[in-house]
């Protein structure tokens, strides 16, 4: 089974700021992945609360250079890598995170990247094999030129991600093929802005990828006063496909291609009081 948590469904600058809706990402787990995507603001916090040791995160992906997606990075490191004394873990980012692009980044300093046992540098195209599960960068179109979506390939599914970009035709040759698509939805409908998804091209990209599930996150201001739920079900009627807003706290459960969402965290992932390492100064 894969388990994916949203620990935050808010995105863009207003209801990060607010945090009107949460910011820590997501967080990948298999019999043996753990996979920390995106830990925007608050996302060492929204792991603890979840009861998600941080500590046992392998693979720490960022999909492109702001704060919203990478505010956390740096502690989140110093987690993976059992508070500076082991080389442990993977860090896949985009160059932007990893190196600076122009007047952007890096976010992650050169001592903290140096703490884990290997970065890669994520771009379209780049894919490679961790802990059972195919990760691959894909094409995005934001304002940080660098910045990628991501698809997991597991026994048990496929998992697309948008991350943060606005529908070009090109995205539809990138997620094809997926059991569940997750759409950075920052706009309701009638608000489309650049760099972005609104509600009508999340139908777009759904109505042409047509995955047994698509869900929608990384909420901004607008969309989170219009309602995310009236959003997903403005896309399930015009679709046909089942579509679903994220909450803070949402698992989506795949088991042989079939996904599912639970209305509370899973009990196999409070394992928190198991802190197996010395984490004192
Ligand atoms: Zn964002």
Excluded at 1 to 23: C, D, V, Y
Excluded at 46 to 72: E, F, M, N, Q, W
Excluded at 210 to 231: E, N, V, W, Y
Aim: proline content about 5%; glycine content about 8%.
């Amino acid at each position: 089974m894969i388990s994916l948590i949203f620990l935050g469904t808010g995105g863009g600058r207003f209801a990060t700021i607010s945090q009107a809706r949460a910011t820590g990402g997501m967080y990948v787990h298999t019999e043996s992945a753990r996979m920390h995507i995106d830990p925007g603001p608050g996302a060492l916090m929204r792991l603890r609360s979840c009861g998600i040791d941080p500590t046992k995160t392998r693979v720490l992906a960022i999909t492109h250079c702001h704060p919203d997606h990478y505010a956390d990075a740096e502690i989140l490191i110093e987690a993976m890598t059992h508070g500076c004394k082991r080389k442990r873990g993977l860090i896949a980012a985009s160059s932007s995170v990893l190196r600076g692009y122009g007047d952007i980044g890096p976010a992650v300093s050169k001592y903290h990247s140096s703490l884990a046992a290997d970065c890669v540098l994520l771009e379209p195209a780049v894919s490679l094999e961790i802990d059972h599960i195919r990760l691959s960068a894909l094409k995005t179109f934001h304002s940080d030129p660098t910045g990628i979506g991501l698809r997991l390939e597991s026994p048990d599914g496929v998992i697309s991600i948008t991350g943060d970009t606005s529908l070009k035709e090109e995205l539809y040759e990138e997620h094809r093929g997926c059991d569940v698509l997750i759409m950075s939805v920052t706009r309701p409908l009638k608000a489309r802005i650049p760099y972005h998804l609104c509600t009508e091209d999340a139908a777009m990209l759904a109505s042409s990828i047509k995955p047994k599930m698509s869900i929608l996150t990384h909420f901004g201001m607008r969309l989170i006063k219009k309602g995310p739920a009236s959003q997903a079900s403005w896309i399930e009627k015009q679709t046909g496909i089942r579509t679903v807003a994220a909450w803070d706290g949402m698992p989506l459960l795949m088991r042989n291609g079939a996904p599912s969402v639970q209305k509370s965290v899973s009990r196999q992932l409070q394992d928190a009081k198991s802190l197996s390492v010395d984490l004192e100064e």
